[in-house]
């Protein structure tokens, strides 16, 4: 057995000291076998080698893995769950356009299910809990497929599954690094293994560049100025027509996005910074980063689309705005008077309609919560309601993101008018954001959350996106400022680094 070591002081570590270990004959094992499979099928055979790792804090791995140049790199984490994937690098990839996209996924994960080779270390922990580790697919799609794309999505197609070269995954005690591998019959072994021995060594030599928890990295305070793409006075106009065209009935809510840019003045943004300050405001939201190139989806979302665990779906219905107060009195009565607001009740109302009836074909039953309740974040809080399926055997998680996505809190209703609308009137590119991302494992598990509070990075520029459901009642003055206040929460975050 080859042993990795070096110094730590990492009091996350379960260990003094944080050490990896890379066992030869266990590697070549795998890849012995997934050649064999190759040469009698004639196709490559994904292999996955689960190893065990001292527990250690997600956003030093991703330094570490962005160090490495591996390509691709996902971040994915829940802080408040001590729930953490980082991926670098691509043994494989799915890419899928159109509106077809979420069966492609489908079709390419259900492959992947049934040809993936994969093996435990000998070491690792048999009183942890296997299925919590192992290879997963990151992926994202795009908002709506039938928009026109622009370049500023360019890096992010309408459907994308990557399996990462490099996996870490933490969950509570628990973690590992689990290396993807895609074996042709003639590939060379002997220079597969040597390559993954010296990748492994390097890892473990930038982890110890950087030691410490995220709360130590040295971030400085910016400020930056937030310029509309789409002028203020333009995007208030919209909103009116939209609230005309709802109260004659051709609509009951229209979701509308705005984009803002940002100019990090002389600097690059630091995405590493940028996913600490998110994860230390924002601990209940999903955090997530999907770096391609030189562009990066960035944002920290407090909505979940869906998650499967154990043959069941759970989701929400999460709809409905309001701030945060400066005191605890008036905080109590902001969020009282969102919880009473007919205008809000009748939006969250829409959206918690639409997933049941989405549901109906997927599960054998469902579950939801009796009224919503307040999911209060760090300058807004909202409207959600608790929603559980009981998944239906044929069916998988990819198939409910068809089924769910867009909900009425990011599109509209009915769905297609309100789709149709959007992509007529609202004048931005959307890519990504307001689709799903997330992650799904070859067992079925996995989650996908709206990519919401969200803004794509490429060097010194940030575009931001936030949205707002716009009903019967909606004021646009009112909407425009609820739409400052979701864009505060990824503003507030980016950071800058000197060059």
């Known amino acids: 057995m080859e042993r990795v070591f070096v110094d730590s002081a990492d009091p996350c570590d379960v260990a003094d000291s944080w050490s990896a270990y890379f066992d030869r004959l266990q590697v070549r094992t795998i890849l012995e ?58 043994a494989l990839s799915f890419q899928s356009d159109g509106s077809g996209r979420f069966a492609d996924a489908a079709l390419a994960w259900q492959q992947l299910r049934n040809e993936a080779m994969i093996q435990y270390a000998s070491d690792f922990p048999a009183d942890s809990t296997a299925s919590d580790h192992g290879p997963v697919l990151f992926g994202g799609f795009s908002f709506d497929p039938l928009r026109p794309r ?114 990090a003045n002389g600097r690059s943004f630091s995405l590493a ?23 990066t989806f960035v944002g920290a979302t407090p909505e979940r689309l869906v998650r499967a665990q154990d043959g069941k779906l759970h989701t929400m219905a999460l709809a409905g705005s309001a701030p945060r107060g400066t005191t605890e009195e008036e905080d109590r009565r902001l969020g009282s008077e969102l919880l009473q607001s007919a205008k809000n009740r009748e939006e969250h109302e829409i959206v918690m ?56 809190a990011v599109g509209g209703a009915p769905t297609e008018p309100a789709l149709a609308f959007i992509r007529e009137h609202e004048n931005l590119d959307r890519g990504w954001y307001a689709g799903p991302i997330g992650w799904v494992d070859l067992r079925g598990n996995g989650e996908f959350a709206v990519a919401l509070r969200s803004a794509l990075l490429e060097e010194r520029l940030a575009t931001l996106f936030a949205g707002c459901g716009i009903v019967r009642d909606s004021d646009p003055e009112a909407e425009y400022t609820e739409s400052c206040l979701k864009l505060q929460v990824i503003l507030r975050s980016l950071s800058g680094e000197e060059q």
């Open 353 to 408: 309609t639409t997933i049941c009836d989405a549901l109906d074909h997927l599960c054998s039953r469902t579950w939801v919560a009796d009224t919503p309740e307040l999911l209060r974040l760090k300058n807004i809080q909202h409207l959600q309601t608790a929603i559980v399926g009981e998944l239906l055997p044929d069916r998988s998680l990819l198939e409910a993101l068809h089924a769910l996505h867009p909900t009425p």
């Open 33 to 90: 076998q997934a050649s064999a499979h190759a040469a009698q099928t004639g196709k490559a055979t994904p292999a996955s080698l689960v190893l065990p790792l001292p527990k250690s804090y997600p956003l030093r791995i991703f330094r570490a893995f962005q160090q490495l140049h591996a390509g691709e790199c996902f971040y994915w984490e829940q802080p408040s769950r001590h729930m953490a994937l980082v991926g670098a690098g691509t």
């Open 273 to 295: 910074a940028t996913l600490r300050q998110l994860r230390q405001s924002y601990p209940g939201s999903n955090v997530f980063a999907f770096q391609r190139g030189k562009q």
């Open 150 to 263: 622009t370049s500023l999505w360019r890096n992010f197609p309408d459907g994308l599954l990557i399996l990462p070269r490099l996996l870490f995954t933490l969950r509570e005690d628990q973690a590992s690094l689990t290396c993807n591998w895609l074996i042709k019959a003639n590939d060379n072994l002997d220079n597969l293994t040597n390559s993954m021995s010296r990748q492994l060594t390097r890892l473990v030599e930038l982890i110890k560049v950087f030691p410490g928890s995220p709360e130590s990295m040295p971030v400085e305070d910016h400020a930056y100025d937030l310029y509309d793409v789409w002028p203020a006075e333009t995007w208030k106009a919209l909103v009116s027509e939209t609230v005309r065209q709802i109260q004659q009935g051709r609509y009951a809510k229209v979701v509308l996005a705005r984009e803002a840019q940002v100019a």
